[in-house]
């Protein structure tokens, strides 16, 4: 088993979102899944072998799987076109949430997902006590809520407590402004203790929704997002046909591990 670190939707070392990329000949057990991804302890790990027509692709948090995961979707792409010279210009991967594609555009990497929209609902008091202010707009959809903040310092001078979010029924929290930044449309940061995330640092599934909201609000199809978490990191978007969106960046090949696998041990 090849498993490798690699920092996505940045092209500097130490900056973007971590994942673990593993690389299978075949699929595992779930057991097996989460104690790999536990062992490698990073935001979320991508496990991927080759099936007919593409390869499959799942990801795990260390504490549970997810149906989405944008930067380890990236980090995994990222692997196959470098390091495994992976010869047509796009990936199709099979997952929880359908086929998504990856097509390789030389600098960067432009994946195909589909868009999310939230739905506009009254906050509730252990929201309302970890904002410590009155939002925009707090909106959900499934697992997430969104809330949109005044201004952009809001969000990079948040301080969030944690213990809060793990009361609510909801599991992933993003935060958001429009941003002041001339490179940026907006600004955003990503709570997620409840699936062993404390706060995520770049999030490509976050965009999905952002993305949609954003662009629903400044009238644009094309928008660039910063999240400005402490590693901080950037994704292009582009809302197309079909209820999809391009979310596009870059990812660096921090290191590479060969594994000897040996089922007896676990």
């Given at each position: 088993m090849r498993i490798f670190t690699v920092d996505a939707f940045t092209n500097q070392a130490?900056?973007?979102?971590p994942a673990g990329v593993c690389v299978l000949d075949g699929p595992?057990?779930?057991?097996?899944?989460?104690?790999?991804?536990?062992?490698?302890?990073?935001?979320e790990t991508a496990f991927t072998y080759p099936i007919p027509d593409g390869y499959s692709l799942r990801w795990f948090t260390p504490t549970e799987e997810v149906d989405l995961c944008g930067h380890a979707t990236l980090a995994t792409a990222k692997i196959l076109f470098e390091k495994f010279?992976?010869?047509?210009?796009?990936?199709?991967?099979?997952t929880l949430s359908g086929d998504l594609t990856v097509k390789n555009l030389g600098e960067k990497l432009e994946m195909n997902f589909p868009y999310r929209k939230m739905e506009l609902v009254i906050m509730d008091a252990v929201l309302e006590n970890f904002l410590g202010e009155t939002p925009i707009y707090v909106g959900a959809d499934r697992d997430w809520c969104m809330v949109e903040m005044e201004t952009e310092?809001?969000?990079?001078?948040f301080r969030p407590n944690l213990e809060l979010l793990k009361k609510h029924p909801r599991k992933v929290f993003a935060i958001t402004?429009?941003?002041?930044?001339?490179?940026?449309?907006?600004t955003s940061r990503v709570f997620?203790?409840?699936i062993g995330i404390d706060e995520d640092p770049v999030?490509?599934?976050?965009h999905c929704y952002l993305a949609k909201y954003w662009s629903e609000k400044l009238g644009k199809k094309i928008l660039k997002g910063f999240q400005a978490s402490k590693r901080s990191g950037e994704i292009e978007c582009e809302l197309i046909d079909n209820q999809r969106i391009l979310l596009r960046g870059d990812c660096v090949v921090m290191s590479e591990m060969l594994v000897k696998?040996?089922?007896?041990?676990v």
């Open positions: 130490f900056k973007g979102n595992l057990n779930e057991k097996e899944y989460l104690n790999i991804a536990q062992e490698i302890n990073l935001p010279n992976y010869p047509e210009e796009e990936i199709c991967f099979d310092e809001q969000i990079i001078n402004a429009k941003s002041k930044q001339k490179d940026y449309d907006f997620g203790p409840a999030t490509g599934s976050a696998w040996d089922k007896e041990m």
